[in-house]
């Protein structure tokens, strides 16, 4: 099936763990992205690829790091993570600037 | 900068009922302007989208919305509801011309009862 999916489903850690959440799509898009959707469902950008290049970094904090091997996975790594970085996150991506984004199911975070 | 404005976070209606959804935009240079839906436990899944030409646009499960560049509102509406249509609707905008950054409204849930 063409899609956007990530792995794993469910991310439970402890405080001060490194995890990374992986994005994988087979629609042929250009460009990638990561939202965060927090507990009031509110969902806010905070990376997005080009084509390898990143190209959108909004104020994320340094413990935070994507990384795109091709155009067709970005990747989210998270540093020593804490009890706010609880949240869904969620990997979409696109082709074109007026194009509608793909989003993938999800990855909830829970950290304890 | 863009923003969005979804009026009312919590929207219920009969079955059969007309759904409107709220959406206010605002944006210095011309929007697109989307309506995504979210099921539980689930991604995004686009609805319509607005970029130019026809001002009325017509999207997914019988849904459609309108662009009214006056009021600056991209309102949602279906004319009957379904019980399937509960879930959670996200408004967003982006630049035209820009790095298609969307940028979400806090969404309204939508509750349909028999």
């Known amino acids: 099936d063409t899609a956007v999916s990530q792995t794993p489903k469910y991310l439970v850690t402890q405080m001060g763990n490194d995890k990374s959440i992986k994005c994988e799509q087979n629609?042929?898009?250009?460009?990638m992205y990561w939202y965060k959707q927090d507990s009031k469902k509110f969902l806010k950008i905070m990376f997005s690829?080009?084509?390898?290049?990143?190209?959108i970094n909004e104020t994320v904090p340094n413990r935070f790091s994507p990384k795109s091997p091709d155009k067709a996975h970005l990747n989210l790594h998270i540093n020593s993570l804490e009890l706010g970085d609880s949240a869904v996150y969620f990997c979409?991506?696109?082709?074109?600037?007026?194009?509608?984004?793909?989003f993938g199911n999800g990855t909830r975070l829970t950290v304890t | 900068a863009q923003s969005v404005t979804q009026l009312g976070s919590h929207v219920s209606v009969s079955e059969g009922a007309l759904v409107l959804l709220r959406c206010n935009y605002s944006?210095?240079?011309?929007?697109?302007l989307f309506w995504y839906v979210q099921y539980p436990n689930q991604g995004l899944q686009l609805l319509l989208k607005?970029?130019?030409?026809?001002?009325l646009v017509k999207g997914i499960n019988g849904f459609e919305a309108e662009f009214k560049k006056s009021e600056t509102s991209f309102h949602l509406t279906k004319p009957s509801a379904h019980m399937s249509d509960a879930a959670e609707y996200f408004c967003?905008?982006?630049?035209?011309?820009?790095?298609?950054?969307?940028?979400f409204g806090a969404g309204t849930r939508l509750a349909v009862h028999p």
């Open positions: 979409a991506s696109s082709q074109g600037a007026d194009s509608p984004l793909h």
């Open positions: 629609l042929g898009h250009d460009t």
């Open positions: 690829y080009n084509n390898k290049e990143l190209i």
């Open positions: 944006s210095s240079v011309p929007p697109y």
């Open positions: 607005y970029t130019t030409g026809a001002t």
């Open positions: 967003a905008v982006s630049e035209v011309g820009g790095y298609n950054k969307l940028i």
